[in-house]
Structures are given as structure tokens and as C-alpha cells.
């Protein structure tokens, strides 16, 4: 196997560029956000030009989160033979579950994963302009697997088989092991979350923990196996958001912070851009891949990580951790305690109570639907 961190969006989608002229039979592609101008009209160029060439184009965009991009946005692509499919389709009945993996795979043999979704917003670097976000280039007997996870989503995407009944029982939801790594599949229904599972059993062990999360919420289990690390003498460090584009979903992660701060966790906030990173160093696995560490990434969405313990991409996911922590703001305990007021504490809360009760409770109302 083979591994290339890819640390700012302009670097992200210049491996996709190279990855997709270079493809010669089949290009397999998903997104969450898909939004037109650039570099998504250069990606759908791109795969324009590959379906000529005669490579086999499919394409998964989320409903949802690409419900800006007009319904004829693919007609050129569709003509040149691309597939494309709409996941989940807005439904009163099933909308609350999203496909929000990321994921380019080309001839069975490249593969690129991480946080970057094709939208504006994740051009640049990060530090000057655009949201920052990471991802991973990657080769070997791991890309195999990712392209037999999108087929299975790709003829999932519109719901036709009977009332839904994968979503009870969710074939979807698997672990792949290779040396040097895992792939970690994840989806709505029952049983337990095989990435909460692995991140569980880590911690349990882990002496240093270094995570970046954009978005984090994460069940409470997690949180108090964060907290016994800090509290029996190892070290917690977590960057969370300084600037967001969910404001209610900061308000909740913010709502943590003194229970976190009293066990001793570091918390610092990214400064310069919105952060959208998902990255966790667990003594000598890092993950990295779409899903955000909440409820919903855990309990409701479509997500796939990758679980790794070469020591090479281990020491570059350390680099990448020391180059968010020099753009961050770190938040001490005593001064947080007195710059909380009492309607800062009430939205905190308000926000929490949608995220961890409202939300999983509209969700497990809808898989009942299923039966």
C-alpha cells in the first residue's frame, strides 16, 4: 500500500484532476455537497472527458446536501454515457438519512478519502482562504474494497427495493482488514456503529489522543473514554472549531467544554477558516475519512474511515495535527468558566438537546416506518 496525505483543498483536487485523466476503464465518485462553479464544473469537465475516452463513469451525489445543484446539471455527462445518481431523494419518510461519504476511485488501483466535499469553500489552503479539511491518497488492496462499498451504495441511492428493509438490518455496516489498515463502514439501523466500536476499543488502551473535529458531539461513552485517558495521567488534545458554518452545532460541542477542561483535556479552536477536518491520532492508529464525530455520523448517516497503523502515514498524520495546533487559540479553564453568561449557557443547551435527543429521535422514528 501506499499513502499521500493531502493537506489543503487545492492539493486535494489537483490529485483528483490527475487521478481522473488518468483513469482508463472505470472512475467511481461520490460526494455529500456537490455545488456548480469552480472546481465542480472542472470535475464534471473531467469526467465528461473520461466517459468519452471511454472509461466507465459513475457518479453518487447526497440529495440533500447538493439540493443547491440543478436537476439538469448532469445532462452532458449522462449523454457522454456517465451514470449519475441522486442518493435519497428528499422523502418525508426516509429524509434524515444522507450519504455523507467522500470518495474518488479510479481503475481499481487510486483511491482518494477524507473530509473534502467539491464545493468553493474547500479551495485554498485553509489558512488564507478556504475551509480546512484533509484527505488521503491512497493505493493498494484497501481500494478494491472502497469501490465495492460504493456499488453497494450506488444501487442503494434510490430506494426501490422492499420498504427499506437493509436499513434494519444494515449490510451496509462492515470492517475490512489489510496489513496496515482497516476500512470502517458504517450505516443507519441496529447494532453497534463499527466505527464507534474501534474508536471504543482504542481509547481504552491509548496514552495520547490527538483528534481534529469540525463537528464534534460524540456519545457519551466516548467522551468519558476521552476523559479516563486525561484523568489517569495521558494526554487528550482535542482542535475544535473556532469558526463554523453549523453554529448551532458549535453551541452544543461548546456545551462539553467544562466537563472536558475539569478532566484535564486540552481544548484549542482553529482560528484562521472554518475547520472541516476529521482526523484522530490514537497512540499508533490514526483515522481518517468522512464521518464527523457525533450522533449523526455514528447513528444516521452513510460514512466510511479509514482505521491505519503504518508508522510512515502515523508520523505525517502527527505533522498534519502540529500544523492545525499553530493556528489555534487554546482555551483555559478559568477563563472559560468566566466568560460563560447565563444566555450563552441556555442556547449551549437548547442546541445540545436538538443534536442528542430531537435529531436521533426523528431518525429512529423513520427506521419503525421501515417495517
Not at 440543478?70 to 426516509?94: K, T
Not at 468522512?290 to 502515514?313: C, H, K
Not at 499553530?326 to 444566555?343: A, N, P, Q, V, Y
Request: hydrophobic share 40%; proline share 4%; charged share 25%.
Amino acid at each position: 500500500m501506499d499513502f499521500r496525505w493531502l493537506r489543503t483543498g487545492d492539493e486535494a483536487f489537483a490529485t483528483a484532476r490527475e487521478a481522473m485523466e488518468s483513469a482508463r476503464a472505470t472512475i467511481r465518485f461520490e460526494s455529500y455537497i456537490y455545488a456548480p462553479g469552480a472546481p465542480g464544473d472542472d470535475y464534471r469537465d473531467l469526467l465528461i472527458a473520461a466517459s468519452r475516452r471511454g472509461v466507465r463513469v459513475r457518479v453518487l451525489v447526497d440529495a440533500f446536501g447538493s439540493l443547491m445543484l440543478p436537476e439538469n446539471y448532469w445532462n452532458a455527462l449522462r449523454e457522454a454515457g456517465g451514470e449519475v445518481h441522486w442518493f435519497n431523494r428528499m422523502s418525508l419518510d426516509r429524509f434524515n438519512f444522507r450519504n455523507h461519504r467522500k470518495l474518488l476511485a479510479c481503475d481499481e488501483t487510486v483511491a482518494i478519502v477524507g473530509g473534502f466535499n467539491v464545493a468553493p469553500v474547500s479551495l485554498g489552503d485553509g489558512v488564507q482562504s478556504g475551509w480546512r479539511d484533509v484527505g488521503l491518497r491512497l493505493t493498494g488492496p484497501l481500494v478494491p474494497e472502497l469501490e465495492a462499498s460504493f456499488d453497494g451504495l450506488f444501487k442503494l441511492a434510490d430506494f426501490r427495493h422492499r420498504r427499506l428493509t437493509r436499513f434494519r438490518k444494515p449490510r451496509t455496516g462492515r470492517m475490512v482488514r489489510t496489513t496496515g489498515g482497516e476500512l470502517l463502514l458504517s450505516g443507519p439501523g441496529r447494532g453497534q456503529n463499527l466505527i464507534h466500536r474501534s474508536l471504543q476499543g482504542d481509547l481504552k488502551r491509548a496514552r495520547t489522543v490527538r483528534i481534529i473535529a469540525g463537528y464534534f458531539l460524540p456519545p457519551l461513552r466516548l467522551r468519558r473514554a476521552m476523559t479516563r485517558v486525561a484523568r489517569r495521567g495521558g494526554i487528550v488534545q482535542l482542535i475544535l472549531a473556532g469558526q463554523t458554518d453549523v453554529p448551532l452545532m458549535q453551541a452544543a460541542t461548546r456545551s462539553l467544554y467544562q466537563r472536558l477542561l475539569r478532566a484535564g483535556v486540552e481544548i484549542h479552536e482553529y482560528q484562521p477558516q472554518v475547520l472541516h477536518t476529521k482526523l484522530l491520532l490514537l497512540d499508533q492508529a490514526v483515522y481518517v475519512g468522512s464521518a464527523n464525530l457525533d450522533i449523526r455520523s455514528f447513528r444516521i448517516n452513510y460514512e466510511l474511515m479509514l482505521r491505519l497503523t503504518e508508522p510512515g502515514v502515523v508520523r505525517e498524520a502527527t505533522e498534519v495535527f502540529e500544523s492545525h495546533l499553530g493556528h489555534c487559540r487554546r482555551i483555559e479553564r478559568g477563563d472559560w468558566r468566566k466568560s460563560r453568561t447565563l444566555w450563552a449557557k441556555l442556547k449551549e443547551r437548547v442546541a445540545l438537546l436538538l443534536f442528542t435527543r430531537i435529531d436521533p429521535l426523528v431518525a429512529r422514528k423513520q427506521l419503525r416506518n421501515f417495517r
